[in-house]
């Protein structure tokens, strides 16, 4: 088994609606593999400030089956107020039609109240294409329905489309990328769209140091929600 563990020195992981489930993903190595990510930071001036990640996922494969479940907890309170306060639950169970295509299945579930949403939960079914070695289109089709504080439900069916770009830029420089899109199926101008990219320098073979930066935009947030949010983030990856 293979696992990560990974601390974050600037903790400001933003939580989005589209989950950046490619992100996480493990290696293609046959059997079980995990990753565990703790993040913790406390700061008493002025007014206490504390904050608390965690996410955890266990990835099983062989040469027809996947499966992959993901658990993640966000939490950052200051001063009485919770300016992050969200988690998810996602499995995703995959067939291996050949070696370049995937049928994938999916169920999902989120709570994020600091983005008004009280609950999100959705299921889907798509296809995810080998592009090279390690880049990876996908395409599904998923139903949503989402609560959010103010008593609004919205049900929708939408499209989602992401896109993995891997590269290599040295031996001990990598750069890795994904971008997704879900627009309502109904109405295209209601769309969420994801983008997070990560610059990875290895300081040793089971150590390296990590710069990301996670954008989301959605044309149709909940009332007071900004539709333009981005976050950046440094940390040391420990690999064994």
């Known amino acids: ?33 995990g990753t565990t990510l703790f ?14 990640n965690n996410t955890t996922y266990l990835q099983w494969d062989n040469d027809s089956w996947s499966l992959l479940l993901l658990n993640e907890i966000n939490y950052d309170r ?6 992050e306060n969200d988690g998810f639950q996602h499995l995703r169970v995959s067939k291996h039609l050949n070696a370049n295509y995937t049928s994938e299945t999916y169920v999902q579930n989120q709570f994020d109240p600091v983005r008004k949403i009280k609950n999100r939960k959705l299921f889907g079914t798509g296809v995810r294409m080998k592009l090279s070695e390690k880049n990876f289109i996908g395409v599904s089709t998923f139903y949503e329905l989402e609560a959010l504080t103010n008593d609004v439900v919205n049900k929708d069916i939408r499209l989602s489309t992401y896109l993995q770009l891997d590269f290599d830029i040295s031996e001990r420089i990598q ?9 309502n199926v109904k109405q295209f ?25 996670e954008a989301i935009y959605d044309t149709y947030p909940a009332s007071g929600v900004k539709e333009f949010s981005y976050s950046l983030q440094n940390g040391i990856k420990f690999n064994f």
């Open 78 to 83: 200051a001063g009485g107020v919770d300016f």
């Open 175 to 183: 750069f890795l990328t994904t971008t997704y899109i879900q627009p």
């Open 1 to 33: 088994m293979r696992i990560l563990i990974i601390l974050f020195f600037l903790p400001g992981i933003l939580f989005a609606q589209v989950v950046n489930v490619e992100g996480m993903r493990q290696s293609d190595e046959k059997g079980w593999s």
């Open 189 to 213: 101008a209601d769309f969420k769209l994801s983008t997070e990219s990560q610059l990875n320098f290895e300081i040793t073979k089971n150590i390296s140091f990590t710069n990301t930066i």
């Open 39 to 52: 993040s913790f930071d406390y700061n008493d001036s002025e007014q206490i400030d504390w904050e608390f």
